[in-house]
């Protein structure tokens, strides 16, 4: 047995564990390394993703088993392997996607229906979502769809909108279990989870046929091993000690030995789950030199029933804790479970399953955060708390008292918590619990309370009252005036008003406070208590106390939230009958890599094999938004471990001036800085942790100058980059005289972080040969990335070879701001002659490469009485941030997009480019386009409103028709949007709802519905015209196998599927004879970016081309030998002479248009949608459920409608994100405070619309694009637009309660705060904002 003091000199503790199935003998197991790295650096597993570092998106989800002697049982749970310390591994068993199944070996269950059911589509998620998944299966073969909900509260995906996901994983479910294809007449009882919703119409197949699965047979799993078995019988509770460079691991085997420990190291990190410690270390470069875990420890594990609650050891996990609470739940008696179910209410929200599963209820505690979710319920409750020391123990209620500041409690440093004592409720106490987020899965709340009150026996009169609230102040609180005011007091309407206006008094906020959301959280904790109210009156009423009754209108207010698991419907036009089997255009036919990514076997990136003598890069970044540098001291950093050498801007050869269109930016800036996040210079290493700490030493001084932020202030300081570009069609003062009444308002539109589940991420590898360099780069525009490089090694572009194999996600970001990374990279390697990787941590990824632009828009509109819009004057300002990049043609399509969908006679739009010192803004997927087509809703639902007219009517009244002419004049043939809007309140059976959410509104005060149709109209088209064009290569070899190369780039979206399809389609062979092994730019030069919607058209066209050529070439021995096979022709082909290698090319025709003269096609063609969304609000907390959304899209023939209706839902998650979730924050100094997915929330899997149909319009084949089909990867983002306006309908359904009624202004994202606060009524009263200008905000709409 090892001695656990950090000896100097002595052997440290071998660690011992199995990674699928292999044993694993760390001699020198790190306390600094995670799982993740050891995996990916150590074992080369690289099927397990790094998405953030912090727990937050589920990427790099494995699952662990033990053997726990004590129960003598086999526990197996997932968990985040990026906080999982490989220190804690010490005999358990870890399995990864690896493990599992593999497309050479076999694929398991789980891998295979993700990727039948079109669950992949970048797949970076996947690997993560299939260990979250397994996990479940191994401990419930048979789970209900709700566990499946559970077990996804941790996971991300970026991509698919989740239905598919859903929809696969249905089919393991008692819900869902599948006959095997026994089920009907013809075929499986499933078709895609949607056939007994399905019309009669809809002829088309499932998307996916679960008769075709393999069953999942659970005595075929990977079995626990035997070795680890007989070790962990012998020695589970071993004193282990692991020493790394700067930290050491003791893992105590005793109580006593840990209580020595701690008395022996005061300044000893205990850690169990390290949630929350991991976070520390990796995000404030904490370094803690003793680790204490106590983990194994069985009083520290113990649960203990006693006559007046239960005690819980401090390492408990959540998930522990969960279930034991709710076998109680189940047993006790009602009235004594108030305070169990209060935590249950709180653990159904506490982060995502992979961190429950670790996170320890005492490391909740000593954490002290103020927004601790479960601190507020043991405060209400009146928990008590042992803690202890070398020389003994002490009790200590948890009150106010415990914490004494913020993230301090009084703990002595020698202390330590054992245990947590909760109490059963007494007879005649209600206890309650709420917790308010910007998202409900896996988010940090914004105020979290918890509510106890007892009252006297058969009476009303408050005995006892403690109101806990976090969010509120520096630590958990009790408003403890408040609560003594009411004490005796009986529980009545007068009571509430006091309560209200004490609470209002007694928890005011600073307005400068960190968190902000002032206003929203003082109201918060008015509007939490006056449930609260509600609920309890509700008790009492029913033990038959005499109370007041809750209004039947007020009912809603009491009610828990409970999810309710999302029905789908996806239609699609099937492929006329009789096509040959081998011609899969219009097929739902698989992503060609979903299953490589589903077993982590394809590659990305930063998957490829460390080279030899490899180096890593770690940028160093500028703190302050605008200053000049004045020096950098790089000496620290160069003397630092591992130090291969500092770059700067002296350092590159070639030209520091980089930028996509103007070279606006520098590679290394020079002399001073535009932005937080501006690239200075980077240390390269010989790995990433000793890069990154390096970089963290570089000392800089900068001379601040004032920076300008936001819209606001550029608009206020005329910071404008040129030309301001405007668009004028009519005769706009003949048109506002026409108008029978004029109004004018304004709405900003926040921005978006892409949030592609793979950072930004490049490897450069110096060939060794006249200056030429290999480039791997996660980025969607080779070609750029090649130009960008060279320019900056000041070489040709023809010694610069970029490969681009796949990205885990694209959406705009990876267009342009790839080349930041990857032209510093190319230097480092360029430099130093050696290979050269960085993948930016996602907080670096966040900082450095800016996101959607936020707009501001600002509108004048004239119309008729009728609701005829007839004149438009819109300026637009964008947030271009502190280089031009894109912004110019983003600015272009939004003025394309500024009437949306609506014919307006006389119109004027302008654009300003504010130059910010915010990091550059870029593209993102729909490139203006929804930002432009928003404030068009925005004017068109006050036009509505201002009438007192249904908003529906005016949009439809507005609509374009046939042949009318769009303001850039372009005239609209093939308009199908009639059509969609028409199939769209069909199918959504608007006309019901509408009657519905009318009579839900008058039968409800504090929640209400809201409803909306939202048409589209999208240009398909680069507007830059020169990018309208695009490249094949095609490659028959002899034994008739096809290599395919074209100019796009695959990051999910399915574009080499499609290409490989309309391949197959040409030559007339199966695709299974086609591959495409990566885009690179000495197959196809010159390149466009993957952007645009555009790639499928372009490429396919230049696909289409290259095959025909080849196609020409055989069809000579195709006549000579007709009844011979492809191979015989193309043998015989080839021994002819025959080149069988052929380029194709396409350019869209007839593109051109002149901003001065107005005039030219601007666009190919259009894609059309509508839209109809139903939500439900809570007036209370801001909270809102996404009901319903039918979704009418055309796509032309769809070239893969899997892929297409992938694209669609995929589309409209993200738009549902920017419209009503995502909110980046900046201080008023320019720097972004959300850099992860613990303050930046994406959808997750609880916000997909609890019905979701999804139909893509029949009989609409587009002559514009190849096989007919339509672009359709931005135009349906913008159709979460309709959850924005079912929101702004809610919305006016609350305030008229409170006699409001015309247009108001509401900006994007609809949040929780902004709903909140607009549902005006006498809460808000009590909490005004205060007066701008009079206090510094801690964020500010940039
Ligand atoms: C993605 C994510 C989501 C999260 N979501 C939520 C959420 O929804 N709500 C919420 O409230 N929190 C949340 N957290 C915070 C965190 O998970 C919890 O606070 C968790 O309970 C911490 O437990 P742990 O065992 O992981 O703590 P650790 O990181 O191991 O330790 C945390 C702290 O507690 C101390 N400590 C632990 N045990 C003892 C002991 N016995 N005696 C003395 N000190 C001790 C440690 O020294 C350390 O300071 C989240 C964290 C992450 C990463
Ligand atoms: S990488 Fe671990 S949760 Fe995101
Ligand atoms: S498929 Fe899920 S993130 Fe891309």
Known sequence: MADSEPRSGSEPDQLVFFVNGKKVVEKEADPEMNLLTFLRRKLGLTGTKLGCAEGGCGACTVMLSRYDPASEQLLHYAVNACLAPVCSLHLVAVTTVEGIGSVARKLHPVQERLARSHGSQCGFCSPGIVMSMYALLRNRPTPRMADVEEAFQGNLCRCTGYRPILEGFKTFTVEGACCGGRGRENGCCLTNGSAADKTSDDEAPPLFSAADFMPLDPTQEVIFPPELMTLSKGQRSQSLCFRGDRSTWLQPDSLDEFLRLKWKHPNARVVVGNTEVGIEVKFKNTVYPIILSPTFISELNAVTHTEDGIVFGAACTLSHMGAVLRQAADALPPHRTEVFLAILEQLRWFAGQQIRNVAAVGGNIMTASPISDLNPVFMAAGCRLTLMDKDGSRVVQMDDGFFTSYRRTILRPQEVLLSVHIPYSKKNQFVSAFKQSPRREDDISIVTAAMSVTFTAGMNVVEDLRLSYGGMAATTVLAKQTASRLLGR????????????????????????????????????????????????????????????????????????????????????????????????????????????????????????????????????????????????????????????????????????????????????????????????????????????????????????????????????????????????????????????????????????????????????????????????????????????????????????????????????????????????????????????????????????????????????????????????????????????????????????????????????????????????????????????????????????????????????????????????????????????????????????????????????????????????????????????????????????????????????????????????????????????????????NTSPTAASASSDLNGGAVQNACETLVKRLEPYKAKNPKGSWEDWVTAAYFDRVNLSANGFYKTPDLGYDFDSNSGRVFNYFCYGVACSEVEIDCLTGAHKNLSSTIVMDVGHSLNPAIDIGQVEGGFMQGLGLFTLEELHYSPQGVLLTRGPGSYKIPAFGDIPTQLTVSLLRDAPNNKAVFASKAVGEPPLFLAASVFYAIKDAISAARSESGLSGPFRLDSPASAERIRNACSDRFTKLCPAAEPGTFVPWSVQV
């Not at 087509?933 to 007219?949: F, K, N, P």
């Open 490 to 1085: 009986p529980w009545g309407e007068e009571l509430l008003q006091d309560a209200c206006s004490s609470l209002a008094e007694e928890l005011s906020l600073d307005p400068s406070a960190p968190g902000g959301m002032v206003t929203y959280r003082r109201t918060l904790s008015l509007s939490l208590f006056y449930k609260f109210y509600l609920t309890v009156l509700q008790k009492l009423r029913l033990q038959g106390v005499a109370v007041d009754d809750v209004a039947s209108n007020c009912l809603t207010a009491t009610e828990v939230y409970c999810p309710q698991t999302p029905t789908s419907v996806q239609i699609y036009q099937a492929v006329p009958q009789g096509r040959s089997q081998d011609d899969v255009v219009g097929h739902p036919m698989m992503h060609l890599s979903a299953m490589k990514q589903a077993t982590g076997e394809a590659v990305y990136c930063d998957d490829i094999p460390l080279y030899e003598n490899e180096l890593y890069l770690s940028l160093i970044t500028s703190s302050k938004a605008h200053a000049r540098i004045l020096s950098v001291d790089a000496a620290a950093a160069e003397s630092s471990s591992g130090v291969v050498c500092c770059l700067f801007a002296d350092d590159i050869p070639g030209s520091n001036a980089t930028g996509p269109i103007e070279y606006d930016e520098t590679v290394l800036a020079e002399g001073q800085v535009t932005c937080v996040g501006h690239i200075i210079g980077a240390v390269v290493a010989d790995t990433q942790l000793h890069a990154q700490r390096a970089a963290r030493a570089v000392r800089i001084q900068y001379e601040e100058l004032p920076p300008v932020v936001t819209i606001q202030e550029a608009i206020a300081a005329q910071s404008f980059y040129q030309p301001t570009r405007t668009i004028q069609k009519g005769d706009l003062e003949a048109g506002f005289k026409q108008a029978d009444h004029i109004l004018e308002g304004e709405i900003h539109i926040g921005g978006q972080e892409h949030f592609y589940l793979e950072t930004n991420v490049t490897l450069a590898v110096p060939r060794g040969e006249d200056g030429e360099i290999e480039l791997f780069v996660s980025t969607q525009s080779a070609s750029k990335t090649q130009v960008l490089v060279a320019k900056a090694l000041g070489i040709p572009a023809n010694r610069v070879l970029v490969r681009v194999k796949r990205m885990g996600g694209g959406f705009g970001g990876k267009e342009s701001r790839t080349t930041v990374l990857s032209t510093v990279v190319a230097v480092a390697a360029n430099k130093l002659k050696r290979p050269v990787r960085c993948m930016l941590d996602r907080d670096e990824d966040m900082l450095v490469t800016g996101g959607r632009h936020p707009f501001y828009g600002k509108y004048k509109v004239g119309f008729l009485n009728s609701g005829k819009v007839v004149a438009l004057d819109v300026s637009y300002y964008s947030n271009a941030g502190n280089s031009k990049d894109l912004s110019l043609s983003i600015m272009e399509r939004a003025l394309f997009h500024m009437e949306n969908s609506y014919s307006v006679a006389n119109v004027r739009g302008c654009g300003f480019l504010c130059r910010t010192n915010l990091p550059s803004n870029t593209a993102f997927r729909g490139f203006g386009g929804p930002q432009g087509m928003m404030v068009a809703e925005s004017w068109i639902t006050d036009v509505a409103q201002s009438l007192g007219r249904s908003a529906d009517e005016v949009r439809r009244l507005n609509l374009y028709k046939e042949g009318e002419l769009t303001p850039y004049n372009q005239i609209l043939d093939h308009l199908t949007l009639d059509r969609c809007w028409d199939e769209c309140l069909s199918r959504s059976g608007y006309q019901q709802r509408r009657a519905a959410v009318e009579l839900y509104n008058r039968q409800n005060r504090w929640t209400k519905r809201g409803l909306a149709v939202v048409p589209t109209k999208f240009g398909i088209s680069f507007t830059a015209v020169f990018l309208n064009q695009a490249g094949a290569l095609v490659h028959i070899y002899t034994d008739g196998s096809v290599l395919l190369t074209h100019g796009g780039t695959e990051m999910g979206q399915g574009l080499h599927t499609k290409m490989v399809q309309v391949a197959s389609r040409v030559l007339g062979i199966p695709c299974s004879k086609i591959h495409i092994t990566e885009t690179s730019t000495n197959t196809v030069p």
